[in-house]
Every structure is written in C-alpha cells, then in structure tokens.
C-alpha cells in the first residue's frame, strides 16, 4: 500500500450503526444487528456508550469501544467503562507502511485520554490474546483476576463425552457412578418451598428497600450499582439470551434476589448465575437450593456461578449445596484515571456480570 489515509474518530453514538461497522464487528460477534449494537452501547441506563474506529482509505480496521456504568465501592459512586469489541483488521494493517501498522495501540490510547475527559473513574476489561501486547502498550495494566467458579452437575454425560470423546467405558462407568451417588445428593438439597417469586410479581418500594440495605453490606468490593433501570437493561431486555430475576420474601420485605441466565453449550442447556444478593446466610441457603430445584426444572445439564474467592464461608455453603468449588483466573486489563483509586486496593465483586452479556 503505497499510499494510506488513516483516520482515527469517535462514533455518534446516537446514530445508528453502518452496514459496514456491523459486517467489520461481526467478525468477534457473529450474530450482531442493530438492535444488538444499539442496546450494548446506546441503551446503558445511565450514559451511552463509547465506540472508537480507524479507518483505512475509508475501510474500517480497527474497532474499540466501552460500555459506561455505574459501580459502588466505600459507599461511593464511580464511572466505570467495560472495554468490549476490540478487533482490528490485520490484513489491512499489514499492508500499511511499518512505523504506521500499531494503529491499534493508537486507537487504545486516544479512547483511554477521552474516557478521562469523560470523567470515567476506572477501566477494566477481559482481553483476548492477541489483542494484550497492544493494550498494555496502549496505556493499560495487566492483572490476574481470581475467582471461585462453582458448578451443580446434574446431568454429567455431556462433560465425559467431551472429555473422553470415543471411550464408552469410562464415559459409561463415570456417570453410572455419579447417577449413584452425586445426582440423588443435588436432588435432596434442590427446594423450592420457599418465598420466591418472579421480580415482576414484587412491589417496587420494597425492590428499592432491598438494594439499599445491600449497599450498606457491600462495602468492601466494587460492585455495580443495582437499581432497576440496571436490571431491566442488563437482563430483562437482554437480546442476546433469556434472564430471569427472583427474589426471596420474609413477610412484607424481600431478602434476596438471585438472576438466572439460559445458555446452551454443545446444544446442551445450562443455568448461569448472574447475580446472587442476599443479606444473610439463611437467605443465601435458600437461594441456592431454589437455583438448584429452577435447574432441574428447566432441564439444565448444570448450574454455575462466580464468587469471591476470599469468601470461605460462601465456598463453604456452596459446597453443601452441591456446587463443585475451585479455583479460576481470568487476564483482565484495567486502567485507574481516578487518582484516588490505587490499583492494589481495588476489588471487584466476582459476578458473571462482569462478562459481556
């Protein structure tokens, strides 16, 4: 490529998306379309989000955007951005002069000065390989980020068939053993014959009630801020899959809330466990054995959910629960603007909400 006009810009992000950005992203994100775009970066309750291109000679090479929202930590408010739909075109980089082919840091970079400018507090992000080296260059740190990744198996063939693949015997003998032994357990502790109804079907005052009482407990962890403009974003018109919130009821005022994620992996169907918010552990036990009776219902091969791994005694009652608790990192790239934010000091909440939908 003798010659290249580069031009690096920050989209309009109330107007709507181009065929060519959606055929560019639908490179990370197979099944994206406007209303998909539109409600990961347009709809966030609180502020739009931010989406940042490169063009080549008027070809999109680089795509780099966030989603801007809201978390708590220390009883304080923060603007956080969730890096999401980093992706650049190697085939035109490649063919740009050398000193001109890290267009991608470049991207990273001026996106990273305008978040300032934005007054966004921190930024953080679950990187895929490649796209590292030019994060990091790009202004960002690397960090592990450690979580409990707990699991209820109620239907285990599927896991030793991808484990064992062509051998019957073992696949066989396996599950034989655990339809004897670890399948009647999960059944024992699965119950639903507790208060537990649909979000929809609980006064609003009493939801609001809830979330003011759990901020006054979390307080040791960045976590985001739950209302129900979040919720009604983040799941119940999520169009990417089905989510569905409960909450647990003590007389007139609620004492948890748990929301559930249908996914299908290997066209087997499985329960994620977004969120899981309780104000004491009686509650949390019967959330639990309630996720572990709406699985079974729903057919589900299995359950899963992120905690802390600090918590013991979370890891302790998941554990007799049923859940298989251990141990998981993930790379997660984060960037403190906020100076009174230390990066040894924050925390984030472990929650599947953390991911991307």
Known sequence: MKSSEITIKKLNILKEPSCDLLKFISNIFPDINKNKWEWEYKNTPKSHGIVWIALV????AVHYAFIILSFKYKNKVFKV????????DINILKRLPKQKRRLFKQVVSRALKDLEKENVDFVYGFPNKKAIKSQISGGFDLVKFSFNYSKAIFNVKPILERKFLNKKFCIETFNLIYNLTYKPYLKI???NLYNIKEISKINKKNIEEFFLKLNKINTKKMVIEKDLSFYRWRYLNNPYRKNVIYALSNNSSLEGIIVCAIDKIDNNKCIH??????LNNNSLKKLLRWSLNWAISQKAYSVDIWTDIE?????SIMRLNGFIVRKNNKNMIIKIINNSLKINNIKLSASKYLERV
């Open 81 to 88: 951005a969730k890096a999401e739909g980093s992706l650049a």
């Open 311 to 315: 918590d013991k005694n979370l890891a």
């Open 189 to 191: 502790r699965a119950n």
């Open 273 to 278: 466990i977004m969120e899981l918010n309780y």
């Open 57 to 60: 000679n008027n070809k999109i």
